[in-house]
């Protein structure tokens, strides 16, 4: 009898749960297995369930992630169209790179993973460049999102969990990566091995430019800077590259409304607003990241 994805993701976490520790106390957590059940749990007895799809639920009670399921929905769209592609591959390229002098297993932690279509692709594309052992793992505190990633991309580790407090075990990976997303850098240097790296992204200056010359009347809106994002990073890490990725994507009908619901700029945006922003309907949109890599 074949094992069911629960069964299979149980063993995963059982031969890496040596990465993951308790939110509540810190301690090491074991997988306990039985016919019906897969827990981890630690030495003062904290109990955290493998739910059905295969993810653990390692936050507190009472934290609650404001992103909803409808914007990662929107998200894993863009991502199978194409949006993300040219900066999943440089992502790629970069981690390749370093894995190709690594050590295995290549130990890859997403924070603030979503829905987990970025640590999928980039694992996919790394493997392609590299072959090498590549044990990745992503955190979110939404439920939503990560119950959507467990879904949607088996084989790799999925926690729901809060940064500020991450149930990740000290020095367990080689690579952070945290894209578009908020960033806690002690908790970073932390959960990083020494000589790790964090690869952080950024919107650029110009990123969907269109998009919020339409939304907004104001100069002050429609204009972006992460400076003062680099310069923090670089306060954390040896900053050791910073590249911009910068492409247009084109729009049509299914990713214009997909875009609309993703992204943030459209979070309490009045109806008139929102019918200037779907006039972009088959027009060319800006699309710019910043990458940074830092090493611990």
Same mark, same amino acid.
């Given at each position: *009898?074949?094992?069911?994805?629960?069964?299979?993701?149980?063993?995963?976490? +059982?031969? &890496?749960?040596? *990465?993951?520790?308790?939110?509540?106390? &810190?301690?090491?957590?074991?997988?306990?297995? !039985?016919?019906?059940?897969?827990?981890?749990?630690?030495?003062?007895? &904290?109990?955290?369930?493998?739910? $059905? &799809?295969?993810?653990?639920?390692?936050?507190?009670?009472?934290? $609650?992630?404001?992103?909803?399921?409808?914007?990662?929905?929107?998200?894993?769209?863009?991502?199978?169209?194409?949006?993300?592609?040219?900066?999943?591959? +440089?992502?790629?390229?970069?981690?390749?790179?370093?894995?190709?002098?690594?050590?295995?297993?290549?130990?890859?932690?997403?924070?603030?993973?979503?829905?987990?279509?970025?640590?999928?692709?980039?694992?996919?594309?790394?493997?392609?460049?590299?072959?090498?052992?590549?044990?990745?793992?992503?955190?979110?505190?939404?439920?939503?999102?990560?119950?959507?990633?467990?879904?949607?991309?088996?084989?790799?580790?999925?926690?729901?969990?809060?940064?500020?407090?991450?149930?990740? +075990?000290?020095?367990?990976?080689?690579?952070?990566?945290?894209?578009?997303?908020?960033?806690?850098?002690?908790?970073?240097?932390? *959960?990083?091995?020494?000589?790790?790296?964090?690869?952080?992204?950024?919107?650029?200056?110009?990123?969907?430019?269109?998009?919020?010359?339409?939304?907004?009347?104001?100069?002050?809106?429609?204009?972006?800077?992460?400076?003062?994002?680099?310069?923090?990073?670089? !306060?954390?890490?040896?900053?050791?590259?910073?590249?911009?990725?910068?492409?247009?994507?084109?729009?049509?009908?299914?990713?214009?409304?997909?875009?609309?619901? *993703?992204?943030?700029?459209?979070?309490?945006?009045?109806?008139?607003?929102?019918?200037?922003?779907?006039?972009?309907?088959? $027009?060319?949109?800006?699309?710019?990241?910043?990458?940074?890599?830092?090493?611990?």
């Amino acid at each position: *009898m074949f094992p069911t994805r629960k069964e299979r993701q149980a063993e995963l976490l +059982a031969r &890496h749960s040596g *990465m993951l520790r308790c939110p509540v106390c &810190h301690g090491t957590l074991v997988l306990i297995h !039985t016919d019906s059940t897969a827990s981890l749990v630690c030495a003062s007895r &904290h109990c955290f369930d493998v739910s $059905r &799809h295969g993810y653990v639920h390692l936050a507190n009670a009472g934290y $609650r992630s404001k992103y909803e399921r409808e914007m990662f929905d929107a998200r894993r769209t863009m991502a199978a169209n194409g949006f993300f592609s040219p900066l999943h591959d +440089a992502v790629s390229q970069k981690l390749a790179e370093y894995a190709a002098i690594g050590d295995e297993p290549f130990c890859v932690l997403d924070a603030g993973c979503g829905e987990g279509s970025h640590l999928a692709r980039i694992r996919e594309e790394v493997s392609k460049r590299h072959p090498v052992e590549f044990v990745g793992a992503g955190v979110d505190l939404s439920k939503a999102g990560i119950a959507l990633a467990a879904k949607a991309h088996p084989g790799l580790l999925w926690c729901v969990g809060d940064l500020a407090n991450a149930p990740i +075990a000290d020095r367990s990976f080689a690579v952070i990566l945290n894209v578009l997303s908020p960033s806690n850098t002690r908790e970073f240097a932390r *959960m990083l091995k020494n000589d790790g790296l964090v690869i952080k992204v950024v919107p650029g200056e110009r990123y969907l430019q269109e998009l919020r010359e339409h939304l907004y009347m104001q100069p002050g809106n429609r204009t972006y800077s992460n400076a003062a994002t680099i310069e923090r990073f670089a !306060t954390s890490f040896s900053l050791l590259d910073c590249e911009q990725v910068a492409y247009s994507f084109r729009l049509d009908q299914q990713n214009l409304a997909a875009l609309i619901r *993703m992204t943030p700029l459209t979070w309490g945006a009045e109806p008139q607003q929102l019918a200037k922003a779907y006039e972009l309907v088959d $027009r060319e949109i800006s699309v710019e990241f910043t990458v940074l890599v830092g090493r611990k």
